[in-house]
């Protein structure tokens, strides 16, 4: 059963026909958008590594049947930098040493990505750690992790308001 | 994951008529799409139920019941502050379940139907009856720590893993459901079923049945006030119960006027005694009547292999979920939901 979709990742449209309905979002995107920054790493929704944004929201791309994202909007860690300028969340895990071996890192990035746009977590790092539970890192990186979640979350507030000042 | 066909369609009736023998429902994938990858569920037609209009709400109706539908993730039910702030118990159960990603993708009637978490069931090469009726079930005298010890049956010993069932239950919630036959409703604690001889029948549902929404009375709210989830895991986030305690109580004059207690993990359903219920109406809520209410919820318990500790701990969480029910919910939700760990009920 062949299926034709149509979304857009990270800004571009992509239409993509499936040849069966078995594509899950990550494979899409590592194997047929030339995307492989999104990681598989336990491909059953035990780890966070293929973490990704549809519509805003967080979710994990290996659980996720591509055809049912007709019309979804698609983020991926590809789509986070403008050119050589590092998304806030991504500048604030270089700062803080927030990996090691960096498999997980996507993952964890577009989770706190998520995260902070959620917004609830605010700078409690006991909250942050709750809502970054959902990605493992095998390196044990996550105290470099958590301050790199709280710093990011400062610097997008105080961009937040300058913008709106 | 074997082929299979994939449609979405428009309207709950279009849904209904789509369905065949061998067809799923499709909510957010995260129970589905794990086993299909396994190969314990081979379904034949992916019915993607997720987009079906009007079932993203949640809603109160005249009678004062909420009104929950089927495709509400379960990340914004345990946000919504309306519903948080009536049912402050439900949401600290669904936001102690799983991720942040899978609680955005996990939907309502999903969570409802997701399969036991036995590892045997999960995989194909394993002897599971409630996989394969009659196969046999290798479980047993195998990894037995996780498995039921109240209502299991020698034909199956697995847990029901959810820990938003649990609440409900507690809450008394009631099950909208539709077919071919038209609706009805599914009280919840007739939703679940022990295994008995046939484990591989779960629900009520019937064949070709969909959830359609999950309905709250309105007394359920009266225990804003005074209820807990709690929950013992291996860790303290991501990862599912190894016993829990959905505990309520309405206080009036220093007396309990209603109680409500359930516990999870524990069999193939949520597990709530009426007589554990009823020794604490009318009393002073003490430690000593905890006590006494816990161990009937657990009294028939039995372990189903290594797993006598789980009675234990399930006689214990159910004490401290009752302790903590009783000192107060808290204002916000824990930054731990469920846990026993960090900071204390009270902040
Ligand atoms: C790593 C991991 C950790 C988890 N931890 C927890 C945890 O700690 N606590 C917990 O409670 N849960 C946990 N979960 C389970 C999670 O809550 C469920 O997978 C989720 O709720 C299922 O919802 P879904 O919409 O994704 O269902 P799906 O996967 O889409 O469907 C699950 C089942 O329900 C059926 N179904 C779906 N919608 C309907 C409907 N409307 N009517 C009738 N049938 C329907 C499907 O056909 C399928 O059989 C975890 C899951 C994972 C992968
Ligand atoms: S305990 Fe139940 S689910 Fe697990 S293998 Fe045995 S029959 Fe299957
Ligand atoms: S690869 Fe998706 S959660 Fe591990
Ligand atoms: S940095 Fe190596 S797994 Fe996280």
């Known amino acids: ?165 | 994951m074997n082929l299979f066909d994939y449609t979405r369609p428009a309207s709950v009736e279009a849904a209904i008529a789509a369905w065949v023998p061998g067809a799923a429902w499709l909510g957010g994938g995260t129970n589905l799409v794990d086993l299909m990858k396994t190969g314990a569920m081979q379904p034949g037609k992916l019915i993607d139920v997720t987009r079906l209009p009007g079932l993203d709400r949640i809603e109160t109706l005249p009678d004062g019941s909420t009104r929950i539908g089927a495709m509400v993730r379960n990340a914004d039910l345990a946000h919504d502050a309306g519903f948080a702030r009536a049912f402050p118990m439900v949401a600290e159960a669904l936001l102690s379940g799983a991720s942040g990603q899978l609680r955005n993708a996990a939907t309502v009637g999903g969570n409802l139907m997701q399969r036991t978490r036995c590892a045997y069931f999960a995989d194909p090469h394993s002897a599971c009856n409630r996989r394969t009726p009659g196969a046999g079930c290798d479980a047993r005298g195998g990894d037995t720590g996780g498995m039921a010890v109240l209502g299991w049956s020698p034909a199956c010993i697995a847990t029901n893993p959810s820990d938003f069932c649990v609440a409900l239950a507690a809450l008394e919630a009631t099950v909208e459901v539709q077919g071919t036959g038209g609706k009805r409703e599914i009280a919840f604690a007739d939703f679940h079923r022990l295994p008995g001889d046939t484990p591989e029948i779960e629900t009520a549902l019937q064949p070709g049945e969909l959830i359609l929404a999950l309905r709250l009375p309105a007394e359920a709210a009266q225990f804003a006030a005074n209820s807990r989830y709690l929950k013992l895991r291996e860790r303290t986030s991501y990862a599912f119960a190894l016993v829990s305690a959905a505990a309520a109580l309405r206080l009036d004059g220093g007396r309990i006027v209603a109680a409500r207690l359930a516990l999870g993990a524990v069999a193939a359903k949520p597990w709530r005694v009426a007589s554990a219920e009823a020794l604490l109406v009318g009393q002073a809520p003490e430690p000593a009547l905890f006590a006494r209410a816990a161990a009937e919820a657990v009294a028939g318990a039995a372990p189903s292999g290594e797993n006598a500790h789980k009675i234990e701990l399930a006689r214990r969480i159910a004490v401290r979920a009752l302790t903590a029910a009783a000192q107060g919910t808290p204002d916000r939700m824990p930054a731990l939901p469920a846990s026993v760990f960090g900071e204390p009920a009270h902040v």
């Not at chain 1, 498999?103 to 006991?126: H, K, N, W």
């Not at chain 1, 890192?137 to 992790?145: E, K, L, T, V």
């Open chain 1, 1 to 165: 059963m062949s299926l034709s979709i149509s979304l857009t990742v990270n800004g571009a449209v992509r239409d993509v026909t499936l040849n069966d309905a078995r594509v899950t979002l990550l494979d899409l995107l590592r194997e047929r958008l030339a995307l492989p920054g999104t990681k598989k790493g336990c491909d059953r929704g035990q780890c966070g590594a293929c973490t990704v944004l549809i519509d805003g929201r967080r979710i994990n791309a290996c659980l996720t049947l591509a055809a049912t994202l007709d019309g979804a909007e698609v983020t991926t860690i590809e789509g986070l930098a403008c050119g050589d300028m590092l998304h806030p969340v991504q500048a604030a895990f270089i700062d803080h040493d927030g990996f090691q071996c960096g498999y997980c890192t996507p993952g964890q990035i577009m989770s706190a990505v998520g995260l902070i746009a959620e917004g609830r977590a605010g700078t409690d790092p006991e909250r942050i750690r709750e809502g970054m539970s959902g990605n493992l890192c095998r390196c044990s990186a996550y105290h470099g992790i958590t301050e790199a979640v709280l710093d990011a979350t400062t610097r997008i507030a105080a961009e937040k308001a300058r913008k709106s000042a």
